[in-house]
Nanobody, 121 residues
Framework: QVQLVESGGGLVQAGGSLRLSCAAS????????MGWFRQAPGKEREFVAF????????DYADSVKGRFTISRDNAKNTGYLQMNSLKPEDTAVYYC??????????????WGQGTQVTVSS
């Protein structure tokens, strides 16, 4: 089992930045690829970013490409999502997830509880 806990969300003005963290405990985090997803009110959960277990491969949704950066520190059992140039449409609950069976469709075996990101205009 892997337990995931997100942190770093909050309220920020448009154009600002936030860094989300995903702290993992339990089985070896470094064994698993991980991803970030988000869900805005009234909308379906959507893929944001993915990183392989080694960090050597990443993937991003078109809506965040060039603004968000996913990374991980396996020595610290922590994943990150650096979010720059934030827009009001980035407002959502952000979730980290690990051990995917399908990277972009949300089929991951482990999920965190989510952290709220609110971007004001």
């Amino acid at each position: 089992q892997v337990q995931l806990v997100e942190s770093g969300g909050g309220l920020v003005q448009a154009g600002g930045s936030l860094r989300l963290s995903c702290a993992a405990s339990g089985r070896t985090f470094s064994s698993y690829a991980m991803g970030w997803f988000r869900q805005a009110p009234g909308k379906e959960r959507e893929f944001v970013a993915f990183i392989s277990w080694s960090g050597g491969s990443t993937d991003y949704a078109d809506s965040v490409k060039g603004r968000f950066t996913i990374s991980r520190d396996n020595a610290k059992n922590t994943g990150y999502l650096q979010m720059n140039s934030l827009k009001p449409e980035d407002t959502a609950v952000y979730y980290c997830a690990a051990d995917p069976t399908s990277i972009r469709t949300g089929r991951y075996n482990y999920w965190g509880q989510g952290t709220q990101v609110t971007v004001s205009s």
